[in-house]
């Protein structure tokens, strides 16, 4: 060792090692001991990168020194991942099923690689390894157990994982790994995210959206619990949980609809058409006084969301409207139509009369914020109201009034046509007039 004291206090260190000269001070030695201890370490420590036979070996075995991170346990991830702060907080549906995905994976490590216990030691092969797993076999733990409130009592449930997963769901499992090794990224001292690789084709089964046939024999034989739900979605294009939880002080001079919505934070905002009107007047009467415009999902949709979607498809079955689908290479039915397919049906009607692809992006809240603030430039109130009111009335009654609604498109219209219209017919109609 090669270790001295110079000046009054400072000691230090210079050895060589693999040809290379090391020299400078020890660092807090106020003893010969402890410069001695502290010039080992270092010899130890060049010995040890000296021996390393690439750049990406010496990173890889010196990250931690290199980034200052902590050991953090694959076991313990996700609960600091969840205490970290973030723009939106999950719902807690939403928590439960993305711990349930962290603990496949945990689960899926301690298993094949036991000796890789903490987050800096998992690399993209392992990631790989994970996600084939996903594809090929599906999820590693196959039983799946949960707990949901029923009745005001939580309840244990429990059931056999299906072998073949979609393409979104194993997607949706990617996302939530990527998201935990994202946020956690500099605690752990992790140089590249082992999950930031592309994500599959999602070939999942998608919604249907109900034919003008299914809606007019659904506007037949609405009962008082789907009544709502079908008048305020085929109005709106708005999901189940913003439905249910839709707010009096979201409605705005009677004419509009302005909220975020649950899942994206986007902001919508909804011209209020004539059926949806009536139906809010109706409303009034009932829950008027109260916070929710529906009390009754409200409260279900927070307790067990799950019932309304099981209360609409039996509706739609009843009527012999086919719920669910056996999907390609799947063990298990996925569900094809219900309350969401309200969504995909005020997109399709909109597009069938043509209604700008800004405008309906727009209420729609359904692209990146960067997207939608494109389109929202061009879809100002004005044009909202213009095109909505092309829509037809499938479940209310088009004559009803809309709350403060006028009828200034078709009176344009009509100052159009009387404008060229013949002398001799414009004697008719006057003549008609006289007679209301």
Excluded at 15 to 29: H, L, N
Excluded at 41 to 53: C, F, P, V
Excluded at 114 to 140: F, M
Excluded at 282 to 300: C, R, Y
């Amino acid at each position: 060792m090669s270790v001295r004291k110079r000046g009054s206090n400072d000691y230090h260190y210079d050895f060589q090692q693999s040809g290379k000269r090391y020299w400078g001070v020890c660092e807090g030695c106020t003893t010969k001991a402890e410069a001695l201890a502290y010039e080992k370490r270092l010899r130890d420590t060049a010995k040890e990168a000296s021996a390393q036979r690439s750049v990406g070996a010496l990173v890889e075995n010196f990250k931690r020194e290199l980034t200052g991170g902590d050991k953090i346990t694959i076991a313990g991830a996700f609960d600091l991942y969840m205490s970290k702060p973030r723009r939106k907080q999950p719902s807690e549906q939403q928590q439960r099923i993305n711990r349930s995905q962290w603990n496949d994976f945990a689960a899926f490590m301690a298993d094949t690689c036991p000796d890789v216990e903490h987050l800096d030691r998992v690399t993209r092969s392992h990631a790989e390894a994970y996600i084939r797993q996903l594809r090929e076999k599906g999820r590693y733990v196959r039983i799946v157990t949960f707990q949901r409130d029923y009745q005001g009592k939580a309840v244990s449930h429990s059931y056999d994982a299906q072998t073949q997963l979609s393409g979104r769901t194993v997607n949706a499992f990617h996302k939530t790994l990527k998201s935990v090794f994202a946020k956690l990224q500099e605690d752990a001292g992790i140089l590249y995210n082992p999950f930031d690789f592309d994500m599959m084709d999602n070939d999942s089964e998608s919604r249907d959206a109900f034919t003008p046939a299914e809606l007019k024999l659904i506007g037949e034989n609405l009962t008082p619990f789907v009544r709502p739900l079908f008048v305020i979605g085929i109005c709106t294009g708005l999901s189940e949980g913003d439905i249910c939880t839709l707010r009096w002080d979201e409605i705005r001079d009677g004419r509009w609809i302005v909220r975020k919505r649950r899942k994206t934070g986007a902001a919508l905002e909804i011209p209020i058409l004539p059926p949806l009107a009536a139906f809010l007047n109706e409303q009034k009467a009932v829950s008027g006084g109260q916070e929710f415009i529906l009390p009754e999902h409200a409260a279900m949709y927070e307790k067990n969301s799950s019932g309304i979607s099981y209360r609409v498809k039996t509706f739609l079955e009843s009527l012999g409207i086919t719920t669910t689908k056996l999907g390609r290479g799947r063990g298990r039915a996925t569900s094809v139509k219900d309350v969401h397919s309200l969504r995909h049906t005020f997109a399709y009607l909109a597009g069938c009369y043509q209604i700008p692809l800004p405008v309906v992006q727009s209420i729609l809240g359904h692209m990146s914020p960067e997207m939608t603030k494109h389109y929202q430039a061009h879809a100002d109130r004005e044009a909202k109201e213009k095109y909505l009111s092309k829509l037809p009335d499938f479940i209310g009654k088009s004559e009803v009034k809309a709350i403060g609604s006028t009828d200034e498109d078709l009176r344009r219209q009509l100052l159009r046509k009387i404008e060229v219209m013949p002398a001799r017919k414009l004697e008719k109609i006057s003549a008609f007039l006289e007679t209301l």
